[in-house]
């Protein structure tokens, strides 16, 4: 079973709500990611929790926060987002952060968020 | 910084024509990645290659890596429509980048 589930699918939510992303796994993976990505545009690594511990924070602005409860679930919180932030959330999960030659990152289907 | 460039961006091809997509980096890198994207849907693994001079095939795909060239390539051979998609390609490890992706289009 190689599939990394995300909630919701769909979001919309105004400029001073708060609201939460939810990505889980049952691979056994050790890391897990979250990615941005605008239409028409490359995936954007967000965050990296490796072994359930944040190792990796690419300047992102603090109304996303992650949140990495246990190896199988990653979260990411939202607060006080702006239009701009409208996107496809993407998560990702693989064996151990990068530290296995062969591993590869396995990509959920995604939630796709508008800021109104 | 690592960079990673692809071309070309766009690609339309005719069905039963080969073609080839290129991807170049900048920093020395152990792992190169190949992703498939269809609209609307999330990313597909399609390769990984570890060494200069790995070559995987996975049907109609081919996919190689020049270390020293920091090049991989990715070739399309007698293309059919169920190709149709955005290919990314991706280097690093934990902090993955990727390139700005090709959008291909198979018509009959």
């Known amino acids: 079973d190689t599939e990394v589930t995300q909630t919701p699918k769909h979001l919309v939510m105004g400029m001073t709500n708060k609201k939460s992303l939810k990505c889980e796994q049952h691979?056994?993976?050790?890391?897990m990611y979250w990615y941005k990505q605008k239409a028409k545009k490359p995936p954007e690594l967000m965050f990296v929790y490796s072994y359930e511990k944040l190792s990796i924070n690419e300047s992102v602005p603090s109304r996303f926060s992650p949140e990495c409860p246990n190896s199988s679930l990653l979260n990411l919180h939202l607060h006080a987002l702006q239009p701009e932030d409208s996107a496809l959330y993407l998560c990702a999960s693989s064996q151990g952060g990068g530290r296995t030659l062969q591993e590869t990152q396995y990509f959920g289907p995604g939630t796709r968020l508008l800021v109104l | 910084e690592l960079k990673v460039e692809q071309n070309p961006l766009f690609l339309s091809m005719q069905e039963g024509k080969n073609y080839t997509i290129y991807c170049n980096y900048s920093t020395t890198s152990d792992r190169l990645y190949w992703y498939r994207q269809d609209p609307g849907k999330s990313l597909e693994s399609l390769f990984v290659?570890?060494?200069?001079?790995a070559v995987k095939q996975e049907g109609r795909l081919m996919a190689s890596l020049d270390t020293k060239a920091r090049l991989s390539t990715l070739h399309i051979t007698a293309a059919v429509h169920d190709l149709s998609a955005t290919y990314f390609c991706a280097v690093g490890r934990a902090d993955m980048r990727f390139g700005a992706g090709t959008r291909l289009t198979v018509k009959p």
């Open positions: 290659l570890l060494s200069n001079g």
């Open positions: 691979m056994g993976h050790r890391a």
